[in-house]
């Protein structure tokens, strides 16, 4: 039987000959390369007040919410090189600070839910300019903007107040405009979401309730609650090859795998204290938590349900975003704060305020 070693006895069997002749002899011929151990491959400051973070395709760069210092209105966006996250953009917001971040490639456009304003923001990624700012009366508080490229919607968590209740606001991004606001079923402190593009349904995070909510579009209203596999569930993201939705929950300090149909705990791993942000990779095959208290990103094989690695990449990591191309990750890392009513201190946070890079 041809082996290895014949290729080299015979230098003109070629390496594709060779697996011919294997394959014919029925030996297995896919090789599969040694996977390297997960690791930080490089972490640089970036701007202060860092919160999400999303990859675009049609500028090929990291985009990074900055809420800037500490009453210094000097919020922006900052697009990073994503190899050398070296700064290549910027678009000035000045106080309209944006903290959770989603992209439409399929129309260059940058949304950013604007937490203090109540408002929606859509810039344009290839000029830069904010082209609409959306909003619904008044007092929303934002959190988390999801995009449906095909639909041509946004999703936005509105975590409520004593005045306003929990809603999730359904938006036309081809006119820039509110279509939907659904608040029907949606008690417990909204924050969190998940979009399921084939049941045509959001899963979200209730975070007063500790429990996950399932939303129809169609029927506007949520239609199904069951618990979330721990305290404190923040984000979350749904696996729709396998039918699971994974949950950080931030209080207890893990990530709960539950089954999508029946609510059911698959598995609840220990991450790391406040586990916050939670990303699937394109694939599939692996999730990052994000572990603002442990000050580590955990990286889990998603199949088997086991932590791989738990990775040391700033002071207080926020949100996880991964490249689909590249399948690199990319960190935000928050820094030490200053007690309200106090400036910024002089002395910097050498590990917070930066983006790290992770390969997996």
Same mark, same amino acid.
């Not at 390369?33 to 990291?62: C, Q």
């Not at 923001?121 to 007092?139: C, H, P, Q, T, Y």
């Given at each position: 039987?041809? +082996?290895?070693?014949?290729?080299? &006895?015979?230098?003109?069997?070629? %390496?594709?000959?060779?697996?011919?002749?294997?394959?014919?002899?029925?030996?297995?011929?896919?090789?599969?390369?040694?996977?390297?151990?997960?690791?930080?491959?490089?972490?640089?400051?970036?701007?202060?007040?860092?919160?999400?973070?999303?990859?675009?395709?049609?500028?090929? /760069?990291?985009?990074?919410?900055?809420?800037?210092?500490?009453?210094?209105?000097?919020?922006?966006?900052?697009?990073?090189?994503?190899?050398?996250?070296?700064? %290549? $953009? #910027?678009?000035?917001?000045?106080?309209?600070?944006?903290?959770?971040?989603?992209?439409?490639?399929?129309?260059?456009? /940058?949304?950013?839910?604007?937490?203090?304003?109540?408002?929606?923001?859509?810039?344009?990624?290839? $000029?830069?300019?904010?082209?609409?700012?959306?909003?619904?009366?008044?007092?929303?508080? *934002?959190?988390?903007?999801?995009?449906?490229?095909?639909?041509?919607?946004?999703?936005?968590?509105?975590?409520? @107040?004593?005045?306003?209740?929990?809603?999730?606001?359904?938006?036309? #991004?081809?006119?820039?405009?509110?279509?939907?606001?659904?608040?029907?079923?949606?008690?417990?402190?909204?924050?969190?979401?998940?979009?399921? %593009?084939?049941?045509?349904?959001?899963?979200?995070?209730?975070?007063?309730?500790?429990?996950?909510?399932?939303? @129809?579009?169609? %029927?506007?209203?949520?239609?199904?609650?069951?618990?979330?596999?721990?305290?404190?569930?923040?984000?979350?993201?749904?696996?729709?090859?396998?039918?699971? *939705?994974?949950?950080?929950?931030?209080?207890?300090?893990?990530?709960?795998?539950?089954?999508?149909?029946?609510?059911?705990?698959?598995?609840?791993?220990?991450?790391?204290?406040?586990?916050?942000?939670?990303?699937?990779?394109?694939?599939?095959? /692996?999730?990052?938590?994000?572990?603002?208290?442990?000050?580590?990103?955990?990286?889990?094989?998603?199949?088997?349900?086991?932590?791989?690695? $738990?990775?040391?990449?700033? +002071?207080?990591?926020?949100?996880?975003?991964?490249? &689909?191309?590249?399948? *690199?990750?990319?960190?935000?890392?928050?820094?030490?704060?200053?007690?309200?009513?106090?400036?910024?201190?002089?002395?910097?946070?050498?590990?917070?305020?930066?983006?790290? *890079?992770?390969?997996?």
């Amino acid at each position: 039987m041809p +082996t290895i070693e014949a290729s080299r &006895r015979h230098p003109a069997l070629s %390496r594709r000959n060779l697996l011919a002749l294997l394959g014919a002899a029925g030996v297995a011929t896919h090789i599969r390369p040694a996977m390297a151990a997960p690791a930080v491959e490089k972490s640089v400051k970036v701007a202060p007040g860092l919160y999400e973070l999303a990859v675009s395709t049609t500028t090929n /760069l990291v985009h990074v919410a900055s809420a800037g210092a500490r009453g210094a209105n000097n919020a922006k966006v900052i697009g990073l090189d994503p190899r050398t996250l070296e700064v %290549r $953009s #910027t678009v000035e917001l000045g106080a309209d600070a944006v903290f959770g971040l989603a992209v439409n490639d399929a129309t260059g456009t /940058l949304f950013g839910t604007e937490t203090r304003g109540g408002r929606l923001m859509a810039i344009d990624l290839r $000029s830069g300019a904010v082209k609409a700012r959306i909003a619904e009366g008044e007092g929303a508080h *934002l959190r988390q903007v999801v995009v449906d490229e095909a639909g041509n919607r946004a999703f936005v968590s509105a975590f409520g @107040s004593r005045d306003k209740p929990s809603a999730i606001w359904v938006v036309d #991004t081809a006119a820039n405009t509110i279509a939907t606001v659904i608040t029907e079923g949606l008690e417990g402190g909204i924050i969190g979401l998940a979009y399921d %593009r084939a049941g045509d349904r959001l899963f979200a995070t209730a975070l007063q309730s500790n429990e996950v909510v399932e939303v @129809s579009l169609p %029927r506007r209203a949520a239609v199904r609650r069951f618990a979330a596999g721990g305290e404190g569930p923040i984000n979350i993201a749904y696996d729709a090859a396998g039918g699971r *939705l994974f949950v950080a929950n931030q209080k207890s300090g893990g990530l709960a795998v539950l089954n999508a149909a029946s609510g059911q705990p698959i598995k609840v791993l220990e991450t790391g204290a406040g586990a916050l942000g939670i990303t699937l990779s394109a694939d599939g095959a /692996l999730a990052y938590v994000a572990n603002r208290g442990a000050g580590t990103v955990s990286v889990v094989d998603a199949r088997n349900l086991t932590v791989l690695a $738990s990775l040391e990449t700033g +002071t207080h990591p926020n949100t996880v975003a991964v490249d &689909r191309r590249s399948g *690199l990750a990319y960190v935000t890392n928050k820094a030490r704060m200053a007690p309200r009513g106090q400036p910024q201190p002089a002395a910097e946070d050498p590990n917070g305020d930066t983006v790290s *890079l992770l390969r997996a």
